[in-house]
């Protein structure tokens, strides 16, 4: 009995130094990277994509995980009645958010281009949870509102996730239009012949065809025949049928319009530029928008996300639109950082570069309200397999040896009711505009970095330098820096040329203080000052200049405390107290 008291005294023992050693091995240890938030309030999954319900439910959560940088609020409805959700983020115990400059940011105006609402969701995110962790987020929220809307199109979006589409369809919203005008609406979409989800392209025997198996893909890719060689296919284009009997083909889709053609900046009508619509912000997406930022005169600098191409776009839309020199320096300033940080983007002016656009969102913002604006065409097919190769040959080798064929779809034949047996293949919807999963982070982070040293360009203003001199019995002069540490000036020149915004204001007002006149110094080494006629104790400044400074002069009479203002739109309001002797 003694014996066997012992073997399970000895065990026990055993069992006691066991237990604290397994508690210890399966703690886990991680080793955090760079870059994301080390602790998380809210835990989010960038490497895939939310729909409507999914991005506000992050929008949501972070407006309960973080109450004081936070208001989330639907500035209007969509056509079919989705919430068009703004998240405004800013520390709200540094001075009015209005009163701070801000930086607008949208996304998926085209409802296939949804990475667009990943990028903008992901800001939010890292926003506020870096705030107070990381210096320069911290500073920004400190000094500036930031207005994030991840989906400008959610009827689009929702539309493009729930329904089979190609990688290109779903570019409209879902307002219905008679597209081929034979007074239906909407009634001769695509269809998914098959059955597999996909909206693929049908391809047929034809002697006479220009197309032929690509020689190393012919499971897969088509190529066009040379010149002076027979082809073996003609592409019928994608997959569907003639659903109202009119001799035609997908002709009459969902929508069939462009939000991004409906802007009342340069806008011409739908047989100029196709997609207008009847008039400007006819649309209630887009006049949504427009009435939010006419009603946010602080917003100095704005971001749209598209895709696709790895493009950093600026205006103007068309051959003469509007850009003043000064302006499109700094956005060249800010787009060349931008091509460094993002890895196969390219710098490029929407009209010269690309094509014409008429009524578009970035040249309303500029043209419109004189703010400083990008559209980022997301995502460059360079960043998939090698940089020097972006055809879909290389994209085929991506999909074999990077995804393991999930993007490609095989060729099969089916009995179509017109063209009788055909074949259908191509790419899935989820291919060629859109990152993969496990890069879908990285174009988040690295737009959002972009972004923000656009913000950071925005006007700052403080007070510098401030002497007083007496000039006589209870006269004083005093002269008064106003610096400006952004990029950006408080109105940009196309801004103070169409006076959309109200110009700068400084004052200086007392109690038993009168002042004499003003003016702005133009020589402070000469003290040249060029004098106002009326109302000297506000002074008018046209602008205040990115990364320089002006300086005023007031002569006043009497003693006691005063008080300078710098009222200005884009750069706040600013007051100092000083003392008269």
Known sequence: MNRILKILLVFFIFLQRLIPYAAVTAETHYFQALGAPSERKVDVSWNRYHDCEGLANILK????????????????KSYEEREIWCLEVTNRECGDPQRKAGMYIDGNIHGNEVQAGEVVAYT????????????????????????????????????????????????????????????????????????????ATMRKLDPNGRWKPHPDHPEYLMIRAKPDEKGMYSILGSEGIDNDGDGEINEDGPGGYDSNRNWAFDWQPNYVQYGAQEYPFCLPNTRAVAEFVLSHPNIAAAQSYHNAGGMILRSPGREGGEMAREDNEILQTIAARGERILPFYRSMRVWPDLYTVWGGEIDWFYGGRGILTFTNELWSGKNLYRADDADEAAQLEFDRYVLQSQAAVKWREYDHPTYGKIEIGGWRKEFGRVPPSFLLEEECHRNMAFTLYHAQAMPLLSFGEITMEKIGDNVSKIWIEIKNDGMIPTRTRQDANHNISLPDFVSFEGNEIHVLSSGRVTDPYFKQVEAVKVRPHQLKIDSIPGLNSIRVQFIAIGKGPAIVTVDSVKGGLHKKEIRLE
């Open 61 to 76: 959560q972070l407006n309960t995980a973080f109450p004081d940088l936070i208001r989330l609020y639907s500035i209007g």
């Open 124 to 199: 939010a995110w890292y926003l506020c949870e870096s705030y107070g962790k990381v210096e320069t987020i911290t500073k920004l929220l400190d000094e500036r509102v930031f207005y994030l809307l991840p989906t400008i199109n959610p009827d689009g979006r929702d539309y493009w996730f729930y329904s089979p589409n190609t990688p290109h369809s779903s570019r409209s919203g879902k307002k219905p239009v008679d597209n081929d005008r034979d007074g239906l609406f909407d009634e001769d979409g695509t269809d998914d012949l098959d059955g597999d989800g996909v909206i």
